[in-house]
Each structure stands twice: as C-alpha cells, then as structure tokens.
C-alpha cells in the first residue's frame, strides 16, 4: 500500500503549487513516470493516477475544451502513460470504452475532492462487496485528508472534464448505447474484462490491490456524484444506471454547453435544424477561423423578424434583447448582460408553471431556451455565461416549499442582487480603487469605449483631479466617438486618435485604462480588439497598463491566443467605410473566391503586459485571477 | 398572448369609393379576390403569423352582421374574431377610438381588411418592439405588376392618377419616418421641418413607397392621442403625420420607460443604482437621433422625443389594397397570376383553376390566369382569358371575356364580348352586349345589343 501513498503523494504535489498553472511545467511528464513504477502504464487504473499532472497543465484544457472531438489525443501527447493508454484501448471495438479511459481521470479527481467530504460509510455502502476495494479506498482517504488545497482546483478541472464529457456522449456513446443488443453488451463487457487482464498481466507487479481498486472506484462514482454533483460518469456501462442521469443533468446546468466547432459540418446542420434564426453561413472565411460562426450578414435580421409572433415559447422582452443584440443596437458587456438578465426577470415575472409541472425544471429549460435563442442572435460574452450560471443555480436551488409566486419574487430579487452588487456596486468599487491611481497631471489613455473606465475618468473629474484623457479609437465600431462625446460634454480635456497613431501619442501618455469583456484565468485579459496591441505598446513604452474589470467577468477558462474562441464580426463592416462614397474598391468583393474578409470581434493580452488589474475585490496582480475566480465561484454558488 | 400585441383589422363598411361593386348584400371586405373575400388575405396572413385574437372592426351594424356572419362560419374553429360594430363614417382613428376600451395590449397592430399582401406582420412588429417606437407604419414599393403586363394596360392609365402616392422621407437607416406628406398636401409644396433635418443630418425623400396601412402603435400614445385629439379622423391622414411632425418635440407621456425603471419590486437597489444602470444601458446603445436631439447642444434641457419607424417590405412580396376599382381589378389578375401563391388554391398546368364541376361547352377555351369557380356552364366557342368567374354562372354561345371579373349567379347571353370589366352577383347580361372598362352593380340588367364603354352601370337606389 505504501506504493499506492507514494503515488497519490505525486499527484497532489504539482496540485499545490496551482496558482502558477500558467506557467508551462516543462516535463511534467517525464518525471512522473519515473516516479510511478512501470505497471501503472499499462493498467487503467494505474494509468489515471499519474492522470492529475496530466490534466493539470493548462494547455490542454482550453484545446480540451475547443476541440472536443479530439480530447484524448490531446490528452494523450501528454504523457508517455496515457500513450500507451490508447494503446490499451485500440482493441475496443466501439469508442466509447477509449474516451471513457479519459473519464476514469476525471473519476479520480473527483474522488479526491469527495473523500474529503464524505464518510468512509457512505463510501462502503457504494461500494460493490468487494472488502478488498474498500480497504483500498481507505488507504486513499488518509493521504488526501492534508491536501485540502488542491481540491478545490481538482473541482475545477472536473468541471472542465465534464464538458469533455458532455460532449463526448452526445457524439459517440449514445448512438452507440442505441445500437446495443444485450448480447453484443456482454461482448463488450466481456472484451473489456479480457483486457483489463490482459493489463494487469502486463505489469510485472502483481498490483491485486491497485487494479482492481481502480473499476471498483469507477464504479462507485455515481453514489458519489449525488454528493459532490461534480464528478463525470466514469464508464459507459456506468452511463446507463438511471441513478446518474440527474446529476448529470445538474452538472449541465452549472456547465454553459460546449462551444460548437463551426468548422464541423455534420453538427452545424444538426444546430440549424435546432435553430430558431434562419442563418446563412458566410462563405468565404478565413481558414484559421472557420471554427467560428459567422453568418451572411443582414439575412438574420429579417428572417427574425418576420417570425415575431410565431416564436410561441419566447418571451417578447426576451426577443426585444435578442433583436437588439442582433441588430447591434446593444453592444458592451456590462449593458448586454444587463439587458439579458433584465429581459430574464420581465419573463420570470410573466412566468406559469404549466400542470404536471415543477417549476425549478420547467423555468431552468424555458431559461436554457432563451439563451440558446440569445446566442444564436449574438454569441453570448462570458459574463453572460457566469450570470446565465448564476441564475439557473438560483432557480436550481430554489426551495421546494416556496409557493410559485415566492419563487418567481426571490428570483427576480436575486437577479437584482445580483445586477446591483455585481456589476453596478463592482463598478463603483472600482471606479473608487481605480480613482486613487489618477494624480494631478497625468495623461491617461483609453481604447474603445469601455463603461467602469468612462466611470472613472467622470469620477477623477469630478473629485477635481487634473488629467488629461487620450481617446484611441479604431475602424469599423468607432465606439470611441461616444465615449468621446461623453466626456467632452462633462468638460474633460480630450485627445483623439485612432489606434495606428498610438506609438506616437503613447510618448506622453503616463497610465493606460483599459476595460475587458473578461479576465481568464492565466491572468491573460479577452477585451475588444485592439485593446492588446494598445497594451502591447504601453508596455514597450514603460508606461503601466491597469485593467479594469468586474469580477463577475472573470472565467476560469485558460486562453492562450485570441484563435480558439473569438467572435467574428460583419465583414463588410472592414471592407466599407461608412460615409465615404468614394472608398468602394472593395464593393461586391466579398463574394470572391480567393478574397477573405475577417472582422475579429475580440483579442487576447497576455498577463505580461497586464500591470494590474481593477476589481471589485482590490487592485490585483494578474496572477491573482485563479484565486478570485475560485473564491469567486464559490460565493456565487452559495450566495 | 406571448408578445403582447393585439391585432385590430378595419374592414371598413359600404366603401363609396367602390360604388358600383359594393352593395347592401356585399361589404367591401367581402368582395371576392379570387374567388375568395377580400379579408379573408388578411385572416389567413394573421393565422400564419400565429395571430388566433382578432377584433374585427367594421362600419355599420348592417354590414358587421354580415361580415361576422361570414367570419364565424368560415373561421369558426381557427380563429377567435370578435367582430365590433363602429358608426359609418368615423374614419379609421375614430374607429379605433371606438373600440379603445378592448384595448389592453402593449401594443397594437391595425391592419387594414383590404389589404392583400404576404408581408410578415410580425416584421413591422418586430421593428416596432426593436425601437421600442410610438408608431410604426408598413411600406411597400408601389405595385408596377399591373403596368408591365401587355395587353392589360388599356384604360388603366387614365384612373391611376400620379400623385396619389405619398412623399416619404426616411433617415440614412431607412428606419425612420421623418417627413409624410399625403395626398391631400401634395398639391402644395413640399415642406420639411428644418429641426428633423438638422437632428438627423440627411433625409432621403421617396416617392415610390405605399402606405400599406399597416401600423404597429403603442397602446397609451395611442390612446392619449385620440383622446386629446378629437378631431382626429383618419390614422393615415391625420394621426400617423402629426405623430411624424412631433416626433421631436413630444407631447405624449413617457410611458415607454426603459427596462431599468420598470423594476418596482426592487429593494436594494437605490435611486442612484438606477441612474447607473439606465445610464450603462444607454451608452451602451447606438444613439439614435432622437437621443441625441434629446440631449442636445444645450445640455440639460430635456427634450421629449419619441420614434416613428417604418418597416420597408422587400421588393420581392406583394402588397396591395383593395381600395379602388381599379385596385380591385389588378388584384384579382395578380392573384390568379403571378402572385397566385396568395390565392391558396393550387393551379393546374394550364396556369388555371377550373373547379371539376365546371361545364365547358365545345371548343370553348379558358387561358392561363384564369379561375372558374363551381358550378358555372359555358357554352360553345367561349374564350375566357386572365380572368375570374364566380360560382354558378351561366355563359352562353360564343362569349369572350377577357381582363374581367365576374361574380356569382350572372347570367351572360351569347354573343357577348366583355373587355376589362366587373360584373358583379346576379347581374344579368343579354345577347350580344359589348362592355369596355365598364362595371355593373349587382343585380343590374344589360339589355340585348347594348355597348357602353367606361360606364359604371348600377341599378338606381330607391
């Protein structure tokens, strides 16, 4: 047993130091073989233990997350162990049993994360009668009972596997859970047993006590998951226990659904068959981005709006918001989430159980209903996503004793807790936080149009600070102008450029301001684009750059380019130039075969050229995001 | 209803401008398209749309008993119409103020009951919703069908009088409605406001946009309005330009609050958090003229505005009001021709619609857009071309009809030759009579031998 210690005190090392997950580990690998001894190679559960390295390194967590489809190759050139994780797999005939290999890691951490919590009683009544296992699992608890540190990150990932595994289901598994026949599940069942021996021959240790500890914990994991409503079904065979279906459902509420790689023909016809806005694609898009939505521009428009009254299910103020944002009327992180949870209490309000009917499951479908809706107009900004969250939490854990009209009052009085302490009273924290860092004479510069910074530059204005603003703006939104406009009218001393002058403007200037859509949690900033080459500039220029952001922005995603998750924009919204005649070169060109217009919506600033970045909960290095986002969290799920 | 409109269609009542073709017997929203009345185009188009909650508005109680008599048996499982009874005469604003009191919606949709179109209603009442606007109005590009057909086009130029087409001026955006001048003030000059030209920076005026009658309203500006303004008749002449001259300097009580102050219930949230909040919300938002007329140059002189948008339908759909006789007749050609999608029927290869039980006699043909409703007999050498024949009519030897259209029960002798005409129920016409652009009111009997050309005749009222 002391092995099995020495193991599980190899993982949750590296799990400690998780603050610094940005930070590539440079061979994690390498070493963790070394250290667990060569049967854990070949044995599945062997396999998994060493699995909390792999999974830790942020890397291919977003790669995990936006390739669904090949998760566990990412996974896989991890590490040596999991190599040959696939190669155990290759036998199996169907796939599930090889993407399942990937669950059992998942199973494992949330292993961890549960015998924390829970008694080893209700560990044994899970169990199957298997005295041999259980002692197993005990010798697990002890080393975990100091460990606590590391498994509120363990939850986290889980969380990020879970979608891995959503997703994996809806591909592969249930067409494949469909086709079964009794018998040929026994042939399943039966080759998995001979090659789970088979493995197990293979170690030159006997490893009795691992190896079967290893299913044994498999499958106990649904009894589990009842109590942490975290952890992933491990195994399809494990799939198809009825008890399991609901915390998985629960887990889908908590989790948005995982992103749609456009680039995937047969689920883009599968989504627009779903749809509720008619959409054609774009044709000509560029290659790097083709993962990315992008619909002929001006076709959605009307098509939703000639489906006014046809769209029974949705609510008019819901529809009212999706116009808007389709439209383009409503741009702005903070005013789009405000709209969308606004729209969301009009139809709380207006909201009737139908009979037969509890109201926490039928208001959390009609709630996913209109965000899909909301999405198909505009994809959805992170901030949506964590209030979206929030709100079905909310309902999720609505008490079952509360009549129908408490429960709609206490939603609508969440969602306003929920504007006015999130977005409104953050703002004014940080406009306060933000305010302390403007002296008299400084030159602040701004891009875009971001809300908390117009707040702070009125603010320092107003507390009589004497400064000087510089507005850089860029093509095709021109959000700067408004924003410009503003501060003009309250009698700031305004300069405007647009965005190719920076470096020459960036010689005066002493403090940049900068808003962001969200803050992930390598510390790297998701803000308009643009925002990073003004801090890129900044940054050569020695001149610090202070991110201003709400915390409920923050996501604990990890991004590395602006690539894999962006949002693209109206193309001919580059290629026209509003008011000018005569610039047409570009007119029907966008049909050309060989031209590609690409409007990128969003960029990516890595967290070097972050100085500091404003939240509601202080002035904090860039390095600090995990630990917002995890204390974070948590208060949002129990708030 | 989910979207909180409610749909109110003017059927109007015994239009004189229809004269000879509206009787007692049959409303104008009765009148046959195709075979089929006139308001059934625009229940049908509601029942697409998913609008099962009608109120029906008809002029004079006589011609509401009939209509509703219609409605109740045509739509008796598919639609809930009620069917109000308003004083002949009062316009279409008074009808509405007639009514108001079965207003409760948010919103309200007017449509006409003559129009016959396949414009989405929801479109405009989506735009409406989108801008949150007092008034939003439906256009459609003028109808040129009728003018590019060959050999339709006799006579038709002398009634269609140029300026009876409003001048419509729109922002850059084409969403708004800055500048309407209807028929009345065309004569004069055309003037603008200087103050919405200068709010918005450029107007595109347009002359080849039709009013289809078609508004989506804001319930409570609807309602002060015709209150405050009784001598309001019509919604086109009267309501829709002065909501368009005022836009700027509004007169109507804010009621289209935006969503930020509609929370009463909360109890955390001070006064000021609102402020912020409608203030994110604004900035946020594409400022719109109106807005920034709004705030102004001067600061903080708050001027009231509100919005009059209009939805433009593309070019591709049709859109017509059946409000004049020659409208009547170009719908009926459009319908059985190139918009017969309209028409709900299915066509034959030929183009046409013979019901089975048609009798045709020998060597008598019926060309593409044609219909022939049930029952009818023809007799030898007849020839029927782009035009429509009710029920049970009886057609001699030898008659041609051509760009016509004819009701149920008329009698036609032989030898007749009927040449862009409409010959309404029951008329009777003997042998070898010659009608050119000619319309015959119901029940009317044309002696043998006659030709009138032009000539509306009727039976003399009593």
Redesign the interface.
Known sequence: MDQRHRVQRAVIDPKVRQVGFFAPNPNPNSDIPARSSPPLAGSPSNATSSSPIIIIPPPPLPAARDHPASSHLVVGSYDAASESLLGTSSPFPSPPPSSARVFVVDGEFSDDSWQQRSNSAKFASSFPSDGFNLTAARAVITPEADASPAVVSANEKNEVNAIEVNNERTESSKPAKAKLTKSERRALQESQRAAKTAAKGEGNRPSAGAAPGGPGKASMQPAQKKDTASAAPSTAALERRGSDRLPEKDRKKDVPAPRMQFDDKSRVEKAKRRAVVNQTEARNRVELFRHLPQYEHGTQL?D??????????????V??VG??YL??????S???C??ML??F??AIKDYVTPSEKTLTRDLTTRVSSYVSFLNECRPLSISMGNAIRFVKNRIAKMQITLSESEAK?SI??DI??F??EK???A??VIVKHATTKIRDGDVLITYG?S?VV?MILLHAHEVGKKFRVVVVDSRPKLEGQ?LLR?LV?KGLNCTYTHINGISYIMHEVSKVFLGAASVLSNGTVYARVGTASVAMVANSFRVPVLFCCEAYKFHERVQLDSICFNELGDPDAVSKVSGRVDVNYLDDWGNKENLQLLNLMYDVTPSDYVSMIVTDYGMIPPTSVPVIVREYRKEQLWM | M????QVVVLAGGYSKNLAPLVSKEVPKALLPVANRPVLSYVLELLEQ???KDLIVVVEGEDAALRVGGWISGAYVDRLHVEVAAVPEDIGTAGALRAIAHHLTAKDILVLSGDLVSDV????V???H??HDAVITAMLCSVPVSGLTEPGSAGGKDKSKKPGRYNIIGLDPSKQFLLHIATSAELEKDIRVQKSVVRAVGEMELRADLMDAHVYALKRSALLEILEQKDTFQSLKEDLLPYLVRSQLKSEIPVNGTP??E??G?????SNN?QI??SR??S?????EFHQLHE?GHY?DTTRRTHKCCV?IA?ESKYCARLNTIQAFSDINRDVTGEANYLSGYTFSSHNNIIHPSVELGAKTTVGPHCMVGEGSQMGDKCSVKRSVIGRHCRIGFNVKIVNSVIMNHVTVGDGCSIHGSVICSNVQLQERVVLKDCQVGAGFVVVSGGEYKGESLAKKEK
């Open positions: 009307p939703l709006q000639s489906k006014f009254f046809q769209l029974d299910p949705m609510h008019s103020a529809y009212k116009l808007q439209s383009g009327e409503l741009t702005g903070n005013a789009r405000i709209a606004q729209a209490q009009e009052v609508c009085s306003d807790r504007i006015s977005i409104i009273l703002d004014q149009a809300c117009e408004k503003r009218t | 989910a979207m909180d409109f749309s998913n609008l989405s209603p929801g479109a009442a989506a735009a919703r989108r969503p930020g509609e929370n219930n909360e109890k955390t949230g958090n912020l909040l994110i919300l900035n946020a938002s594409k400022p705030l600061g939805y593309s």
